[in-house]
């Protein structure tokens, strides 16, 4: 076959435009090709979910695996995972087999891809839910073309019965999600999985794409490995996940007081608290009952019908509250869970990203929060008891991982993405505890002398615990049969404490001077930027760790984490309001109808038309037949009836009767008149005037008034009024002139509060 036919083969099944007729022997027609391709991607990702751009390195993963390349996704959690291998689903010939851990989970997938779709037989899942009679409507649906996503767990993929369906099957690609689970070093382990490549040769060999949201170097290679996809091209996107706010408290008697407090303090928000046993999930749950929360158990040792009725409230948002195990993962799609509270510490930091991660998957406001008590690890260690010796070390290392990042007083963020191999430049994320309430640093490039020392002293072939124990000069059983206590460096750090020390090997390991192998028991190794600084030793400022008493009273639990909200609060309160009755008439979790970033922007924008809401990020052809005209009639008639200015009359100029008034203050205001000039002119009093102009302010739209404040207002008046509502938690016009005093008149307040809506609001 030439050349030119491989290719066109290859192409063969992603939809293109009409060809245009080729000038022979140019090089410009190759390039065409190429762009009209990733136009159609660009199109198609539109078209089918609503969105106008990538997220990270989206398209590049979608262009390899649409070229037939194996391909290992390393993507957070709500970094678009799913999105990378649903669009080349739909772009190929044939159906995507993924195989997935979760019951739930796939349910949940396959409504999404449903509710993208105008076609219900687009996605479907083959699982120990479904009866005979609805898996052969499933294969029906399959072999008639109608099927772009088949989902499976491995243990249906095992099925002899299935296997022979699918050796039937025009198979498009493979797709492994949570990943992870297949090797031992992962935080989830299921041998199940281990079983997928036989099978996979057994079907029929296919392209594979792999994805997970957690996973260090050992786990990446052993998934590689198991998979037969040595070879495959890796996309690894970063950790760092800015909208999440991560924050570690001791935990005291009044725990479970705080939590409520917290939890009623944001109300009407989802959330997720883990606790360590079965038995804390249940009494907990029923603690929060008791006190008016709407919240249930979940956990694996639950009947399962209990279990998915349970989890479904609260992708439903009929409670607001799951209580859960640690040990146990949810499977939970749902994009606004608000908050994630570990009740109890867990038992890595694999296993804490995964949870925490499951808050804010939509981009808005998510806060993790954990209670930390040094009695949590004995528990956890207690767990290990009875486990081979190798997985026991491995358990301790990772539960030492956990408890230094709870003590540590670095940026949470920077000790997150270290530990994933990922470097994090920031002094301050401005997003954690240690980061907004900073500690004082210390100078330590002796300290880290000292260490360094110590590590080549042991010949790199001890554990940071170890390390310390000669530092201190402790006289431990292993110290004196190995003769450390011997050493020059045995007590020559006895003047500072075991906290101090291990906080100077921690933050050694974030510079980058120290190196653990995690491996082989955590042993401590200096790396080659350390063995330059023991030749030219430089400042290396440090803070000390967290002190955990379990007897100090805890701070107050932050209420928001500073993510923004709608523009129309009200809109976007009655928009919210007319998802749920949907979602119940329906029987589809709300998000499914309309994530809250799409309906921030309808409480923004305005669209009043199908063809309007369209343009709203996350909103596609399919969802706005399906869903929109509730919608756009809602917003309609709030328009109206609120005299709404929006954004697209006037860019269109194309303004209902009853908002001329408010073009014509904007326009005024526009040309610089003066504000009792406007007034006078249509028969106003100035305080009715500035109504309006609130109104117009309020409802999105930005004014500059400058002009006319530093006309008729002193400087100081304006700074001093600015400053107040730059610094205050509400713009109430009565609480302001409280604050602020008599010498200022309530003209002034309303025109500088007009200012600073203006530009720090809208």
């Not at 709500?78 to 689903?89: D, F, N, R, V």
Request: proline share 3%.
């Amino acid at each position: 076959m030439a050349k030119k036919d491989k290719v066109e083969e290859k192409d063969a099944h992603i939809k293109k435009p009409k060809a245009e007729k080729k000038t022979a022997g140019t090089e410009k027609s190759g390039k065409a090709d190429a762009k009209n391709k990733k136009d159609i991607i660009t199109a198609a990702l539109k078209l089918h979910f609503g969105f106008d751009n990538f997220k990270g390195n989206q398209k590049e993963i979608i262009e390899n695996v649409l070229a037939h390349k194996d391909t290992f996704v390393l993507m957070p959690t709500g970094g678009g995972k799913s999105l990378c291998y649903q669009l080349p689903a739909l772009l190929m010939d044939g159906t995507a087999i993924v195989i997935s851990p979760l019951i739930a989970l796939m349910k949940n997938q396959v409504d999404a891809m449903r509710n993208f779709s105008e076609e219900d037989g687009i996605a479907h899942f083959i699982n120990s839910s479904l009866n005979k009679a609805a898996i052969d409507d499933v294969k029906a649906d399959i072999m008639s073309g109608k099927t772009k996503l088949l989902y499976v767990a491995p243990e249906s993929l095992t099925k002899e019965e299935n296997i022979e369906f699918l050796r039937q099957v025009n198979i498009s690609f493979y797709a492994v999600d949570e990943a992870h689970c297949i090797s031992e070093w992962g935080h989830d382990f299921r041998p199940e999985y281990r079983r997928i490549r036989p099978i996979i040769n057994e079907i029929g060999v296919h392209p594979v794409i792999a994805l997970t949201a957690t996973a260090t170097l050992k786990v990446q290679h052993d998934i590689q490995k198991n998979l037969g996809m040595m070879r495959a091209k890796v996309f690894s996107s970063s950790f760092n996940r800015p909208n999440l706010y991560y924050e570690v408290r001791p935990k005291t008697e009044d725990v479970d007081k705080e939590i409520i407090k917290f939890i009623k303090m944001n109300e009407g928000k989802s959330g997720i608290v883990y606790c360590l046993s079965r038995r804390e999930v249940e009494h907990f749950s029923e603690i929060l009952n008791t006190n008016g929360i709407k919240a249930s158990p979940y956990h694996a040792g639950m009947e399962s019908i209990k279990r998915s009725e349970n989890q479904d409230a609260f992708v439903m948002q009929k409670i607001d509250v799951i209580v859960a195990t640690i040990a146990f993962g949810m499977g939970i799609d749902k994009p606004d869970v608000r908050y994630v509270i570990h009740y109890d510490i867990p038992k890595s930091l694999e296993g804490y990203y995964q949870e925490t991660g499951r808050a804010g998957r939509d981009g808005g406001e998510g806060m993790c929060i954990a209670f930390y008590s040094s009695k949590d690890l004995q528990k956890l260690e207690k767990f290990l008891q009875g486990k081979p010796v190798v997985e026991q070390e491995i358990g301790k290392q990772l539960l030492l991982e956990t408890a230094a990042y709870a003590e540590s007083a670095v940026c949470r963020r920077k000790v997150l993405l270290h530990y994933f191999g990922e470097k994090y430049d920031e002094e301050n994320c401005c997003n954690c505890d240690n980061c907004l309430k900073p500690k004082k640093l210390i100078e330590g490039k002796e300290l880290l002398l000292i260490v360094l020392e110590a590590i080549v002293a042991l010949k790199e072939k001890c554990k940071a615990e170890y390390v310390v124990d000669v530092l201190l000069g402790n006289e431990t059983s292993d110290v004196l049969s190995y003769k450390h206590n011997e050493l020059e460096v045995f007590g020559s750090g006895d003047d500072e404490c075991e906290r101090m020390w291990m906080a100077i090997i921690r933050q050694a390991q974030i510079a980058g001077y120290i190196v653990k192998d995690i491996e082989n028991y955590g042993i401590l190794k200096v790396s080659a930027k350390g063995e330059e600084f023991m030749k030219n030793p430089v400042s290396f400022m440090v803070v000390k760790d967290n002190e955990f008493d379990e007897d100090d009273e805890a701070d107050e639990l932050p209420i928001h984490s500073g993510v923004s909200c709608a523009v129309d609060p009200e809109l976007f309160s009655i928009m919210k309001d007319l998802r749920k009755k949907m979602s119940n008439k329906l029987n589809v979790p709300p998000y499914v109808i309309f994530q809250d970033p799409s309906l921030e922007a309808m409480a923004t924008t305005y669209p009043v038309t199908l063809e309007e809401l369209q343009n709203i990020p996350g909103v596609g052809a399919g969802k706005a037949k399906r869903y929109g005209n509730e919608f756009v009639d809602i917003i309609k008639k709030y328009v109206e009836e609120n005299e709404i200015i929006r954004p697209e009359d006037m860019r269109i100029r194309t303004i209902p009767n009853e908002s001329r008034l408010k073009v014509w203050i904007v326009q005024s205001i526009d040309r610089k008149v003066a504000l009792d000039d406007i007034a006078n002119s249509k028969g106003l009093e100035f305080d009715e005037l500035l109504d309006q102009i609130e109104k117009i302010v309020y409802s999105g739209t930005r004014l500059n008034l400058d002009y006319f404040i530093n006309d008729v207002m002193d400087e100081e008046h304006v700074e001093d009024i600015y400053q107040y509502f730059k610094e205050s938690e509400t713009d109430s016009l009565e609480e302001a002139i409280t604050e602020l005093g008599g010498d200022y008149r309530e003209e002034e307040v309303r025109l500088v509060r007009l200012k600073f809506l203006s530009e720090l609001a809208n």
